[in-house]
């Protein structure tokens, strides 16, 4: 292939995007800019006009951005409207997220350090904003916000998977939530943890993620997977842990680390190992 047909083929391929793909850079200045006006403050904001004039904006922003995936003014309307008429219930579910954090973490202090400061809370915030576009119907654009978030934090929800309320995302660093995953209310996750599928095959459509139930604490690079996996309430489940069955209410699963005294006699595996 020459280079011109190379430019002519690549050009081809910007402009099949442009039409079904929104602008990635202005997808996540908006979903930033939203996060910002509901949870941090801004001086700017002296008067509650401040406070409506900027979702006003975001509205119209998140208008143009429904139109490049829709393709049709009176759809996208229709996806802006809803999405901002949802946003004081998901407002509501996410000070629920923080309070979750601020109890279960001893090193917050206070909710609006949360706000501020937690990776697992805006991992979190994104999410559910995401969420409700998916069940909108909308899939690209919710996808460009969770990798967004992905970016930012380290962490790796799906916007197609189902939380319930009092989600706690403590330190994060590393955790995958796949699409088809659902979580029950007040479900603790510490950071590694994987609810991922025991298929990747594009055949497998139906539910390939695990179900974790209400009050399921999850520790550290714990591994979870499979569409048939449950995860019963009030159970927990230990760090490095690997699971792929069921495990009823009430449970505690844990890897038991094997300790040996190290004496005078050599030990028959060498222990120079290199990383």
Sequence with gaps: ???????????????????????????????????????????????????????????????????????KEEKAVHIAETFFEAIPSLYAKLMKDAQALLEFDPAARSVEEVLVAYP???ATAIYRLSHQLWEQGVEVLPRLFTEYAHSKTGVDIHPGARIGEAFCIDHGTGIVIGETTEIGNH????????LGALNVSKDNVAKRHPTIEDNVTIYSGA?????????????????????????????????????????????????????
Excluded at 29 to 56: A, G, M, S, T
Excluded at 187 to 194: F, S
Excluded at 236 to 264: C, M, Q
């Design 1 to 71: 292939m020459s280079s011109k047909e190379f430019i002519q083929q690549l050009f081809a391929q910007h402009k099949k995007v442009n039409r079904t793909f929104p602008d990635k850079e202005l997808a996540e200045q908006f979903i930033d800019q939203l996060f910002n006006l509901l949870f941090l403050p801004n001086k700017k904001h002296n008067q509650v006009e401040d406070v409506e004039r900027e979702l006003d904006l975001l509205k119209s922003h998140l208008l143009s951005l429904a139109y490049d995936v829709v393709q």
């Design 187 to 194: 479900v603790k996750i510490y950071q590694g943890v994987t």
């Design 223 to 275: 591994t979870i997977l499979g569409g048939t996996t449950v995860i019963g309430k009030d159970s927990i489940i230990g760090g490095n842990v690997w699971l792929t069955y069921s495990v009823p209410a009430f449970s505690v699963v844990y890897h038991k680390s094997e300790v040996k005294v190290r004496d005078k006699n050599p030990f028959p595996e060498p222990l120079n190992f290199v990383i």
């Design 120 to 122: 697992g809370f805006y």
